[in-house]
């Protein structure tokens, strides 16, 4: 049985049925999400408390989610947002940038399946190299093939805006695992 949005909002929207709207909502997007916010925090724990966070903060402001967009694009919103705060939490909690970013490649590296390509361990680490904004398009537009007028909306950004990110993080990852394949 297919969940149609339209139901789930419809559910929120009622005091009275909004636990099974939340589980509805669950149901549709737990997967998709967790795997957006795994791509970004590599860590498995974390992105499970990060999917955990996103749903509450969703239960909390349902109210405001206005329907001038579809509601799995404000739930990517919000994952991005947990996940960045996250992110900004751990590179707190280094000493330095290059301490962050070797914990971020360690993480990586420990959190590839054992029977993973060299390829896909360096894109990963690749991706994991990219300023910020870079690697939240690089990842919506690769991983999750999402339309530049959608991660526009999830990160408010312009499409043109968008697209020069993408380009130039594919280009980044291109060169770094060319320079770091069969190394």
Known sequence: MKIKEAEIIEL???????????????DAY????YWHIRRLIVDHDLAQDVLQDTFIKAYQNFHQFKQDSQLYTWLYR?????SLQQLNKLKRMQKTEE????HLQN?????VESDADEIQTLLQKAIH??????KLVFTMRYYEDLPY???????????????????????????????????
């Open 78 to 82: 919000i994952a991005t947002n947990e």
């Open 99 to 102: 301490d962050a970013e070797y």
């Open 30 to 33: 737990q997967s998709r999400l």
């Open 12 to 26: 929120m929207s009622s005091d009275k049925t909004r636990d099974r709207g939340v589980r509805l909502m669950m």
């Open 129 to 134: 190299t990219l300023p910020e904004k870079q």
């Open 149 to 183: 007028e959608e991660i526009s909306k999830i990160l408010d950004m312009s499409v043109g805006t968008l697209k020069t990110n993408y380009h130039y993080a594919k280009q980044k990852v291109e060169d770094y695992i060319k320079q770091n394949y069969n190394q």
């Open 107 to 111: 993480l990586v590296a420990e959190n």
